[in-house]
């Protein structure tokens, strides 16, 4: 059985911030081994960011590991216009970065939204791709959002922290999300839970109170919309959300709900058709048993219609990369990983 866990802390060699489109810079680092394996840490979210544990997955004497913040989250600078807030936007940052850095050829590890970002780079740029590592694949398909947004599907699962994100229809500008007020609510026989249609209706409610002049609402939005998340995303639970978790929650809910009902790649869904551009790219898929914010069907799509593939089922694991089975799949995934 692998035990390995995490690598010991490490400090980049060499950071810095890079100017990306009009308005963007993105703040990027590099650890380990000059010589090595290049490869990308692609983060999840949209809009979470890195951190210091996410240097650790790698040993630092086999990889030159590259962390950057996508645009528009962590220690990246934006603007609030989101116009250039696009994933075509965000694979051209990664050229860029790949640019300056001067790497030929680089491997993609994606998570989660870092999964979307990974495929459609490597769609647009094979040649300069030489493998994937996909823990979590998720392509933002209507399906898929349905089942994360939509009453019928995680719903079922996790019903208490559903009616908390749900309540935002009920409350409109009245939201809170806050799960005590609306258990008591429940309580009382006269209360229904307001549902929607399509989780169009959801995302466009939560864009309207995160983009509200009222900091308040705003703050309460990006706080139900990052609670739903995290109460479904590992199979042991996560620390408790606290108010110094803010400004990533609503970069993080922002960003999502602008890309999902926005996005002209993601919307158009004509990307994810066929992978046989790059199927002769190894890609190794590493996906929780038990994941329900991107369950394994996505990633059996995948696998299937990539050739050059493989599929690592992890027992007992969740969606999250700090579920210890998965965490203990990938660096073993990630110590094995051999270029041709």
């Given amino acids: 059985m692998y035990t390995k866990m995490l690598y010991p802390s490490i400090e980049p060699t060499q950071a810095g911030m890079l100017k990306v489109g009009t308005f963007d810079q993105i703040y990027w680092e590099e650890c380990g081994n000059r010589l090595g394996e290049p490869i990308v840490f692609v983060h999840g979210g949209p809009g979470a960011g890195c951190s210091d544990v996410s240097r650790r997955?790698?040993?630092?004497?086999?990889y030159r590991a590259i962390l950057f913040d996508?645009?528009?989250?962590?220690?990246?600078?934006?603007?609030?216009?989101?116009?250039e807030l696009t994933l075509k936007h965000m694979?051209?940052?990664?050229?860029v970065l790949r640019n300056h850095l001067k790497i030929d050829r680089w491997i993609l590890f994606g998570g989660s939204w870092g999964t979307?970002?990974?495929?459609?780079?490597?769609?647009s740029h094979p040649t300069h791709v030489s493998g994937l590592l996909l823990r979590g694949v998720f392509t933002a398909s209507d399906s898929e959002l349905a089942?994360?947004?939509?009453?019928?599907?995680?719903?079922?699962?996790?019903p208490q922290e559903w009616s908390a994100f749900a309540e935002i229809l009920n409350q409109g500008e009245q939201f809170t999300g806050k799960v005590n007020e609306i258990e008591t609510k429940m309580m009382t026989s006269s209360y229904e839970i307001r549902i929607a249609e399509s989780w169009v209706e959801y995302l466009?409610?939560?864009l309207s109170a995160l983009q509200s002049n009222d900091l308040e609402i705003q703050g309460e939005a990006a706080f139900s919309w990052a609670n739903w998340e995290h109460s479904i995303m590992s199979v042991t639970g996560l620390p408790k959300l606290t108010p110094q978790d803010n400004e990533r929650n609503r970069s993080m809910a922002i960003q999502s709900c602008h890309l999902f009902l926005n996005d002209p790649w993601l919307r158009g869904e004509n990307g994810w058709s066929t992978?046989?551009?790059v199927e002769h790219i190894p890609c190794i898929i590493v996906q929780g048993q038990f994941d329900i914010v991107t369950p394994m069907k996505t990633a059996l799509a995948l696998h299937l219609g990539w050739k050059n593939s493989q599929l690592r089922q992890v027992q007992g694991a969740g969606h999250a990369s700090s579920d210890r089975a998965l965490m203990q799949a990938l660096i073993k995934t990630l110590d094995e990983w051999t270029t041709t």
């Fill in 57 to 62: 997955f790698f040993n630092p004497q086999k």
């Fill in 70 to 83: 996508q645009r528009g989250c962590g220690r990246s600078k934006s603007s609030s216009d989101l116009s």
């Fill in 91 to 95: 694979v051209d940052d990664l050229e």
């Fill in 116 to 123: 979307t970002l990974a495929l459609t780079y490597a769609k």
């Fill in 147 to 158: 089942w994360l947004y939509q009453e019928g599907g995680a719903s079922q699962i996790f």
């Fill in 204 to 206: 466009s409610a939560y």
């Fill in 275 to 277: 992978f046989a551009d």
